[in-house]
């Protein structure tokens, strides 16, 4: 299922290694309006500082992604190879440069291997048309497992129309945002501030409520096309439409963010951290990261351990205003934890852990405010896969 109008590609560059696609085409037959967001990481890559520069007219065409190089911390080089990967694009599918954004994902400084990219560039666009959503997620994966592609109906205007989204990440994975690339399509034709704030609204109770490590990195970019060939209306925050097209880039958004979390590097187990009774939806977000970042937290997880001593240490310093004597902890159903004592309940509690899904529930009993986080437990894999990324 995917949006009228947007056509893919994928080949192989041999970027950082041969024998799998690394390059990949998204293109919109007619110019889209467009939203991003992008890292909060004050090092940021060359085609983020591109990018940020060109969404700022709200429209493009096309979309090149490579992975294996995150063209980072290159210099003047970094750019300059950004702006031709994005001219070469532009001449071949003749559309203004302008309208076509790069994204890299992969190991830091080194710059790109050019003399492989730009040979491959006329073979990505001769082949547009030729490959699946599917193709550009598989060529965008680094240390990801499998590729992740959702997709959902619209009705508008008595039209059905698509959001579509397809993303890579599984370490490195902290907002503002997580470690990521995702790119998210749609046939509907949406008024360009509503885009952008419905975009946001998106990114903030899903990418931006995720973590697998940690570590923020310094290429994680979100975009939105939205090309109207569905030919409604354009969707404003007063159309009857608004609320389902919100909803459902949420709901696309979200799941693609679990997926993520699912396909951690070295995660056995998906974690939810839901913090209810803060004072303020901030201190239950602290809160929440608080104890989904705790190295001994999801150790323990892994080792089907019930300690939840290490959540309420997690607690304890992060920084928001709680009273250990109000504190409730409940690992899956059962409650570990009831105002800041233990109910003795470890060994059914230890039951709970071993479920490949995983439900953490924190009542501060403070206010009426809640948050939710995903994350995944730390295994002896992860340190393998990251001890031996550049070789």
């Known amino acids: 299922m995917v949006p009228k109008g947007f056509l893919f590609s994928a080949v192989e560059a041999a970027i950082k290694k ?9 293109y919109s037959e007619h110019e889209a309006d467009m939203a991003g967001v992008f890292t909060s990481n004050a090092v940021k890559a060359a085609p983020v500082r591109l990018a940020m520069q060109r969404i700022r007219a709200g429209r493009g065409q096309a979309v090149i992604v490579n992975s294996g190089n995150a ?38 400084g080194i710059p790109l291997p050019m003399e492989r990219i730009r040979p491959k560039i006329a073979e990505l666009i001769a082949a547009t048309g030729t490959h699946s959503l599917d193709d550009v997620a598989a060529a965008m994966m680094t240390t990801d497992r499998f590729p992740k592609v959702v997709a959902k ?33 749609t046939d509907i034709r949406v008024e360009s501030e509503t885009l952008d704030a419905c975009l946001r609204d998106a990114v903030g109770t899903s990418f931006n409520r995720i973590t697998v490590d940690g570590d923020m990195s310094t290429n994680d970019t979100v975009l939105i096309m939205a090309n109207g060939l569905l030919g409604n209306s354009p969707l404003r925050r007063t159309s009857r439409a608004f609320r389902a097209f919100r909803e459902t ?9 679990k997926r ?17 009774g803060a004072r303020t939806e901030v201190e239950a977000e602290k809160a ?38 109000k504190v409730d902890i409940f690992f899956g159903p059962v409650p570990v934890v009831r105002r800041g ?12 852990l071993r479920k490949n899904e995983v439900k953490i529930t924190i ?23 990251n001890a031996a990324y550049r070789t």
């Open 260 to 276: 993520i979390v699912e396909d951690g590097e070295g995660a056995t187990k998906l974690v939810e951290i839901e913090v209810k």
């Open 18 to 26: 041969p024998g799998r696609k690394d390059l990949a085409l998204i």
């Open 341 to 352: 004592v233990s109910t003795d309940r470890d060994e059914a509690a230890t039951r709970a």
């Open 71 to 108: 063209n980072a911390c290159t210099g003047r080089r970094g750019l300059d190879d950004a702006r031709e990967m994005t001219a070469l694009v532009a001449r071949e599918l003749r559309v203004r440069p302008s309208r076509v954004f790069v994204c890299s994902t992969g190991v830091i």
């Open 363 to 385: 009542a501060l009993n403070m206010g009426k405010a809640s948050a939710r986080v995903l994350t995944c437990d730390l295994t002896e894999e992860y340190i393998r896969v």
């Open 153 to 185: 109906k619209v009705t508008v205007d008595g039209k059905t129309g698509v959001i579509a989204g397809v993303c890579k990440g599984a370490g490195m994975i902290c907002p503002r945002l997580a470690t990521m690339l995702c790119f998210l399509l």
């Open 249 to 257: 880039l949420a709901e696309v958004s979200f799941e693609l963010s």
């Open 288 to 325: 929440a990261f608080s104890v989904a970042n705790s190295k001994l937290v999801k150790t323990a997880i892994y080792g089907n351990d019930a300690n939840w001593g290490r959540v309420m240490a997690a607690l304890g310093y992060s920084g928001i205003g709680l009273r250990e004597e």
